[in-house]
């Protein structure tokens, strides 16, 4: 048996706005099995079965918690230490073909627990080279069969001898995608929803922090909350509301608990807001606790491990140290901040950070704080150091909410890169955003255009924005000449015109071999765990498969083979030391050309091979390209915005010092068209491009971008140069750079970072 996955353990959220824990089963999970089997209805076992079944034997369970987690896998979800589903499949002998089945407790079907288990199942099923599922199930198993239509993919059935028959590819399809972004996004509106609009409150305090926890009941009960408020505080100050000394004695169960403890209580008082079912926390407490050897496995004094605990027991966590929701929808009222003032309400919906750049001012009584305040607050929530609940929750919330008209953020980081870039692009289309966000590279407010987020400075710029985008806004400085004048009124106007632009679509792209891609980077990360760059051959080898146009190249030793070489290719030819660790546009003399008789070739390699010695790596020989107009292409992974493309003008290419334009990735057909088009005056200057050269420009950058978006293992392509022609785009150098994925499920699965 293979060792165990760890990688594919992850939290959910589910469409109810709860949380599980998905996981390969375990041997130990045996007696899981059996409470789970014996909390199935008749009905259920019968459909999963097809007949009535005993109760399994201790034998039986043990085999079916034994797997090779390859030919046979399965995977568990959990609440607790309570199993609530299980699916599995089992590929069937020497084919690509597995068969699938999955079963979820009756109390939790319906609740999006079978799909999230077929998702994951899928994606341990790819990795595992299993192309296919399949499965019988009965008729009458509309609520099986309805799982696997839902997911997105292309099912067949045929009926027959009283089963259906299904069968269905595993690969992720764009509809897959789509269906599993929706899924997502109504599971995220949810539990963001138990924490903005919950239909009761309990505050628990005590210690020092405690003091923070009392301000906090202070102002839920001014503000005249919707809902029952329970005080829980086991030492209560003298004249406070009476409270309860635990939230084990509350007698219903609790949608948000906000926690204000001294760190040493903290786990304690979280694992019995899990026994009681609270559905969100708020924790106030910052410091968490120094671990013990005597603590439980939840007591590690680690946020992660906190956050963890949190999930797996269906609870979403605001903090540690947050400072505040803030809902002023009248049907909900709900003050847990610190701040006891009225705020009018109105459509403006603000997340804030600790180390955002506008945070304590808003936050504050200056100037700046009553002006936001002013302007009709809808939700505020304080994040505190953001360890689940993020920006991208608060996003899809504040997009589904036809209350918000405009959203503020003041944070100090996006969160998870991909799921912030592909929630903020969607939701600027709807609703504009306005971002103080520290400028941590000199693209970034360029970046954030792109995906329709006005970033500003500092806290009157935030306030002046979201005023304008409103429609609110005094117009002071409507008499300055231009946006350089006025550099907010330039950004407004930018998102105007990009979310007036159509957002384009993925378009189906031939000649791409993905698998090839897959394939190099794979057998190179199995010979190197620390990634690095492909060979030059490999690398050509990743562009001709993704559809771009290169030189056919070859490698030589010596001298002698440089020379048969070339006149087997005809002559001119270049020549460029083949290393892969060098780039030969740090040093021009590293790369000859125009080289026309077998003297030149000779002398080329020799004095490559005397300026680098070892490091040459030999020599790579291809004919001289066309004339034309030469630019260069990277595509990069990018910690804040997941993956960036950036169109480089001029003979230097990337490593000159020419004209530069970065887009963030993905890239729609749309886009890649528009940024051609506006990058054309910067980066090609006065050079006129060839006849139809803008158009095969931008498919050169769609496939760029597709192969960066499939394969993570890539996190460098770099066409350089990349010259356009009268007959097209061609790549004549190109460098290729892989490392191992991020560890657990893969993007395309839904899964909480």
């Known amino acids: 048996m293979s060792g165990y996955p760890a990688q594919w353990e992850s939290d959910v959220v589910l469409t109810d706005g709860r949380t599980v824990h998905i996981r390969p089963i375990r041997r130990e999970d045996a007696d899981g099995l059996y409470d789970l ?33 390859v030919d046979r896998m399965a995977l568990v979800a959990e609440l607790g230490d309570e199993l609530l589903g299980v699916a599995r499949y089992d590929r069937r002998v020497n084919v690509v073909d597995a068969e699938v089945a999955f079963v979820v407790a009756d109390a939790h079907q319906g609740r999006g627990i079978g799909t999230a288990l077929l998702e994951h199942l899928a994606a341990a099923g790819r990795a595992a080279g299993v192309h296919r599922f399949v499965a019988e199930t009965l008729p009458e198993n509309r609520r099986m069969l309805g799982v696997f239509r839902d997911a997105g993919w292309k099912v067949e059935s045929e009926f027959g001898q009283g089963v259906v028959a299904v069968s269905f590819p595993i690969e992720p399809t764009e509809e897959s995608r789509a269906v599993s972004e929706a899924r997502e996004q109504v599971a995220e509106v949810e539990s963001v929803r138990r924490l903005l609009q919950p239909r009761s409150v309990a505050v628990i305090s005590s210690g020092e922090t405690g003091v923070i926890g009392r301000q906090v009941l202070r102002c839920v009960l001014a503000a005249g909350f919707a809902g029952p408020v329970y005080p829980v505080e086991s030492s209560p100050a003298p004249g406070d509301r009476r409270p309860y000394m635990t939230i084990l004695h509350v007698p219903e169960r609790v949608d948000l608990a906000v926690v204000a403890v001294d760190p040493a209580t903290l786990y304690p008082l979280v694992e019995d807001c899990a026994r009681m079912g609270v559905g969100a926390l708020m924790v106030v407490t910052e410091d968490l606790p120094a671990p013990s050897p005597a603590d439980s496995p939840t007591r590690t004094g680690s946020v992660r491990e906190l956050v963890g605990f949190a999930r797996r027991n269906g609870m979403r966590l605001i903090g540690p140290g947050a400072r505040g929701l803030l809902n002023t929808d009248p049907a909900v009222r709900l003050n847990a901040t610190l701040d006891a003032r009225v705020r009018h309400p109105g459509g403006v919906s603000l997340a804030t950070q600790e180390g955002g750049v506008a945070t304590q001012e808003l936050r504050g009584d200056g100037e700046a704080g009553h002006r936001f305040h002013e302007l009709g607050v809808r939700n505020w929530v304080a994040l505190g150091s953001k360890a689940d609940v993020s920006g991208n929750d608060l996003l899809s919330y504040w997009e589904s909410d036809n209350e918000t008209s405009a959203i503020a953020l003041s944070l100090a980081s996006f969160g998870n890169p991909r ?122 080898q990743v562009c001709r498969a993704i559809g771009v146009s290169t030189l056919k190249t070859r490698r030589v030793v010596t001298a002698d083979e440089a020379v048969a070489v070339a006149a087997d290719v005809g002559y001119p030819v270049a020549m460029k030391a083949a290393s892969e660790t060098l780039d030969y546009r740090d040093r021009t003399a590293w790369l000859h050309l125009d080289l026309r008789d077998d003297v030149a070739v000779r002398e080329a390699f020799d004095a490559l091979d005397e300026s680098l010695g070892d490091e040459m790596g030999g020599a790579l020989l291809q004919p001289m390209a066309a004339s034309g107009v030469p630019t260069a292409v990277v595509a990069r992974r990018d910690e804040r915005f997941d993956a960036v493309l950036t169109l480089h003008g001029g003979t230097g290419g990337r490593h000159g010092t020419g004209p530069r334009v970065p887009h963030v990735l993905p890239l729609s057909d749309t886009e890649a068209i528009h940024l051609v088009e506006a990058a054309a005056p910067t980066v090609f200057g006065a050079d006129a491009t060839p006849p139809g050269a803008d158009q095969a420009l931008a498919e050169v950058l769609l496939r760029v971008a597709h192969v960066t978006a499939e394969c993570p293992e890539v996190v460098e392509l770099a066409l350089d140069p990349l010259v356009l022609t009268p007959d097209g785009a061609q790549a004549l150098d190109v460098k290729v750079r892989v490392a191992s994925a991020r560890s657990g499920p893969p993007p395309e699965v839904r899964h909480l970072a």
Not at 466 to 485: F, N, Y
């Open 37 to 69: 089997w014996s909390r199935l209805s008749e009905k259920s076992i019968y459909l999963r079965f097809f007949s009535p079944v005993p109760r399994p034997s201790e034998r039986q369970l043990e085999m079916l918690a034994t797997v090779d987690y």
């Open 419 to 540: 799921h912030f870039v592909r929630t903020v692009r969607r939701v600027a289309r709807t609703k504009p955003v306005v971002a103080a966000y520290p400028e941590h590279g000199p693209d970034d407010t360029i970046l954030l255009a792109q995906l329709g987020v006005i970033r500003v400075d500092n806290c009157d710029e935030l306030i002046d924005a979201v005023m304008r985008v409103q429609g609110t806004g005094d117009e002071r400085r409507s008499h300055l000449s231009s946006a350089s004048d006025d550099p907010i009124a330039g950004r407004i106007a930018e998102y105007r015109s990009w979310r007036a632009r159509p957002a384009g679509d993925s378009p189906l792209l031939d000649e791409l071999d993905l698998s090839v891609v897959q394939d190099l980077a794979t057998s190179f990360l199995d010979r190197n765990d620390e990634g690095g760059p492909l060979s030059p051959e490999q690398a050509m």
